[in-house]
C-alpha cells in the first residue's frame, strides 16, 4: 500500500486549484486509490488535492518585516465567489473605476471554480506585525485604514508563497489567468498609487462600542453618570433607592482657579514627562515598519511626584481644597478632556494614512471617539502615552491621598481608619506596578490597537482618577470599621489577586519579549503561522485572560473595606467587570483575526474566559 505524507487533521497548506497560491487546510481523510487528500479549507470548503499540491505549514519562507502577502480588504465581498485570485486584486467596488473592457477580460477569465475562500494573508494589526491567518469572508472587516498603502507593498511580496508546482488546472488555462493576474496588478498598482491616501471606512457592522448611537451615549452619558454618582455618594444616605440629587448648575461648578490648579498639575507631568531619564525603548513596529521610542520614566515621574506632594505638605498646603472642590476638579478634567479630544481629532484630518488607528473607521462621530490617529505626537512627545500612566493614574493616588486626610480632618481622626489604610495602599501597589512596568503598556491594545480620542482621553484623565478613588471618597463620609481579621482575610484576597496580575503579566510579556527564555522552557506553547506562538500551559493555561482575573480580585479587594452598608463602593466592582468582559471579547475577535486556527485550538485547550467553570 503506497503510504501517505499527511496524516488526518493535520493543518497544512493546500494549493487552491488554478492558482499558485497556498491556503491552510485541515487534511480530513486520504483515499489510496485516488491517491488524493480531502481537505478543507477555512470557509469549509471541501475539495480533493492531490500530494503534490499540500505543503506542510513549515516549508513556507517567512517574511522579514511583516509585511502582508495580501490585506483581507482586497477579498470580495461575501456574496462575490471567486476562484483564487492574486492577492494585488482589490475588491470590486474598489475596481469600478477600471475599464469596463478590462473588467469584462478579467470576468471572462474566471469563469470556473467559484468557492468562497479565505487565502493566507499576512496584515499588520494595529502597531503590531501579525499574520492574517485566515477568516471566513464574512468576517471581513476593512479596518486598516492605510488599506490601499497596504495593499501597493502586497504587490511586491506576493512570491513568498508562490510555487512553481503544477495546477489542476489545463496548462494553457492557467498561463491565460496568470497573464491576466499579471495585467491586472499592473493596472491596480498604477490605481493604488493615485488611491493611497483615501481614507478607507470600516463597515458599519464591524464597528464597536455598539457603533455611532453607541458611542454617543457614552460620550454624552458617562460624563453625567460621573457627576451622579459623586453627588450622590456625598448624600448621608448614599442609597441608589433613594431619587438622585440633581445636578448643581454648570455655574456653580465652575471654578477657573481650580481649573489653573489642574493645568499645573498637567504640566508638572509633562516636565516629569520630558525629564531626560529613564531607558529609552521600542514600542511594536507600526503598519509601515517603524518603530516608536517611548522613554520610560514613569516611575521615576512618580518619586519626584511624591517629592513635590510632600514637600507641599511640610509647606502647609492645604490640600483639603480638592476634597471640597472635588466635582469642580471633576468638571475642569472633562472640560480639559474634551478640549484635548477635539484637538486630537482635529490633528487627526492632516494625519498621514500610515499614523491612522486600525480601529478608526471614516465615521467623525465614532472616529472623535475610539480616535483616528494612533500615536499623536507632538515631537517626541507622545500625548497617548503620556496621558495613560501619569496625569489621571498618579493623580488617582494624589486624590486618595487627598481622601485620607479629609477623612482624618472631617471624622476628627488622629490617624486614618483602617478600612482607608487598606483601599489607600492596595491602591498605592496597583498604581506603583503599573509604573514599574511601564514597558508592558506598550503591547496593551490601547496603544497598539486603539487610536487617541474621547475614549482614551476621558478614560486616562477623568474616569480613572475620580472613579477609581471612588471607595477613598466614600469612606470619607460613610465610615466603616474594619476588623483585624477581616482585615488581613481581605489582604490575603487582595494578594491572591496581585499574584495572579503579576504572575500572569509577567509571564506572557516574557514570553513575548524572548519566546525561548530558559525561566519559561517548562510551559507548553501552540504554534501560529504568524511567528508569534500561544502560552497554553501556565497561567494562560488557567484561564484565557488570567491577568483580567486577578484585577477584578483585586478590585473586589478594594471594595470589601468599605463594608457591606451600600452597594455604591462596589461599583467599581461591578464597572470593572463589564469593562473586562467586553475588552476580553475585543481581544478574543482581534485574535480570532490573527491567529486563526491555532487560536480557536486555544480556545479548545482553554476552554473558560476569565472565570475557571464559569465564564
Ligand atoms: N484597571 C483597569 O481599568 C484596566 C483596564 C483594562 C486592562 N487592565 C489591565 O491591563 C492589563 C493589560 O490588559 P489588555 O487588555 O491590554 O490585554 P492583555 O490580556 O494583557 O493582552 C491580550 C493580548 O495577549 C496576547 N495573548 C493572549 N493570549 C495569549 C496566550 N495564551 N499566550 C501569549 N499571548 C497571549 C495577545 O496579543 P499578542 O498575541 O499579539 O501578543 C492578546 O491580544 C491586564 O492586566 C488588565 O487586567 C486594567
Ligand atoms: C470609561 C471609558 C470611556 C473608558 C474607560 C477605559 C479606561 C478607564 C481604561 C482603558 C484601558 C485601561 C488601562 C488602565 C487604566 C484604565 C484604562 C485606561 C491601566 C493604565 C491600569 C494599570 C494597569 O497596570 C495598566 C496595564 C497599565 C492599564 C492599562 C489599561
Known amino acids: 500500500m503506497p503510504s501517505r505524507k499527511f496524516a488526518d487533521g493535520e493543518v497544512v497548506r493546500g494549493r487552491w486549484p488554478g492558482s499558485s497560491l497556498y491556503y491552510e487546510v485541515e487534511i480530513l481523510s486520504h483515499d489510496s486509490t485516488s491517491q488524493l487528500y480531502t481537505v478543507k479549507y477555512k470557509d469549509g470548503t471541501e475539495l ?139 493596472f491596480i498598482a498604477k490605481e493604488l498609487a493615485v488611491r493611497t491616501f483615501e481614507v478607507t471606512p470600516i463597515r458599519a457592522k464591524d464597528l464597536e462600542f455598539g457603533g455611532v448611537p453607541g458611542v454617543f451615549l457614552i460620550m454624552f452619558g458617562l460624563p453625567v453618570f460621573l457627576f451622579l454618582l459623586l453627588l450622590i455618594c456625598k448624600q448621608k444616605d448614599p442609597s441608589l433607592l433613594n431619587f438622585p440629587p440633581p445636578l448643581p448648575a454648570l455655574y456653580e461648578l465652575w471654578e477657573t482657579r481650580v481649573f489653573g490648579v489642574y493645568l499645573l498639575w498637567f504640566l ?41 506632594i510632600g514637600a507641599s505638605l511640610f509647606q502647609g498646603v492645604e490640600f483639603h481644597y480638592v476634597y471640597s472642590h472635588f466635582l469642580q476638579f471633576a468638571l475642569g478634567a472633562t472640560v480639559f478632556c474634551v478640549v484635548l479630544s477635539v484637538y486630537l481629532y482635529m490633528r487627526s484630518l492632516k494625519a498621514p494614512q500610515n499614523d491612522l488607528s486600525p480601529a478608526s ?13 494612533l500615536n499623536p505626537r507632538i515631537g517626541t ?31 476628627d481622626r488622629a490617624i486614618p481608619s483602617l478600612a482607608m489604610i487598606l483601599v489607600n495602599s492596595f491602591q498605592l501597589l496597583y498604581v506603583v506596578d503599573a509604573l514599574w512596568n511601564e514597558e508592558a503598556l506598550l503591547t496593551t491594545m ?41 482585615a488581613s482575610l481581605i489582604i490575603v484576597l487582595k494578594l491572591c489577586g496581585y499574584v495572579i496580575f ?14 525561548s527564555d530558559p525561566k519559561l522552557a517548562h510551559l507548553k506553547t501552540i504554534h501560529t503561522s504568524t511567528g508569534k506562538n500561544l502560552l497554553v500551559s501556565g497561567w ?10 486577578g484585577d477584578l480580585i483585586m478590585a473586589l479587594a478594594w471594595s470589601l473595606p468599605c463594608g457591606f452598608n451600600h452597594i455604591l463602593p462596589y461599583f467599581y466592582v461591578i464597572y470593572f467587570t463589564m469593562l473586562l468582559v467586553h475588552r476580553e471579547a475585543r481581544d478574543e475577535y482581534h485574535c480570532k483575526k490573527k491567529y486563526g486556527v491555532a487560536w480557536e485550538k486555544y480556545c479548545q485547550r482553554v476552554p473558560y474566559r476569565i472565570f475557571p467553570y464559569i465564564y
Open 48 to 186: 480533493e488535492l492531490k500530494e503534490n499540491d499540500i505543503k506542510p505549514l513549515t516549508s513556507f519562507r517567512q517574511r522579514k518585516g511583516g509585511s502582508t502577502s495580501s490585506s483581507p480588504s482586497r477579498r470580495r465581498g461575501s456574496r462575490s465567489r471567486s476562484r483564487s485570485r492574486s492577492p494585488g486584486r482589490p475588491p470590486k467596488s474598489a475596481r469600478r473605476s477600471a475599464s469596463a473592457s478590462h473588467q469584462a477580460n478579467i470576468k471572462e477569465a474566471r469563469r470556473e471554480v467559484e468557492v468562497k475562500l479565505t487565502p493566507l494573508i499576512l496584515k499588520p494589526f494595529g502597531n503590531s506585525i501579525s499574520r492574517y491567518n485566515g477568516e471566513s469572508e464574512h468576517t471581513e472587516r476593512n479596518d486598516v485604514p492605510h488599506k490601499n498603502t497596504q495593499e501597493k507593498f502586497n504587490l511586491s511580496q506576493e512570491s513568498s508563497y508562490i510555487s512553481t508546482q503544477y495546477s489542476l488546472r489545463p496548462r494553457r488555462e492557467e498561463v491565460k489567468l496568470k497573464e491576466i493576474d499579471s495585467k491586472e496588478e499592473k
Open 268 to 308: 508638572i507631568q509633562v516636565l516629569f514627562y520630558l525629564l531626560p531619564i529613564g531607558k529609552v525603548v521600542e514600542g511594536t513596529p507600526l503598519i509601515d515598519g517603524r518603530r516608536l521610542k517611548y522613554r520610560l520614566n514613569g516611575f521615576y515621574a512618580f518619586i519626584l511626584t511624591s517629592a513635590v
Open 361 to 373: 473607521s471614516g465615521n467623525a462621530v465614532y472616529d472623535f471617539f475610539i480616535g483616528r490617529e
Open 381 to 411: 512627545f507622545d500625548l497617548k502615552y503620556f496621558c495613560e500612566l501619569r496625569p489621571g493614574l498618579i493623580g488617582w493616588v494624589v486624590i486618595n491621598l487627598v481622601m485620607l486626610l479629609a477623612e482624618m480632618k472631617i471624622q
Open 446 to 486: 490601547d496603544i497598539i490597537h486603539d487610536g487617541f480620542g474621547f475614549m482614551l482621553a476621558f478614560g486616562d484623565l477623568v474616569w480613572v482618577p475620580f472613579i477609581y478613588s471612588f471607595q477613598a471618597f466614600y469612606l470619607v463620609s460613610h465610615p466603616n470599621e474594619v476588623s483585624w481579621p477581616m
Open 502 to 515: 503579576r504572575g500572569a503579566n509577567s509571564q506572557k510579556n516574557a514570553f513575548r519579549k524572548n519566546p
Open 540 to 549: 494562560w493555561g488557567f484561564v484565557r485572560h488570567p491577568n483580567y482575573l
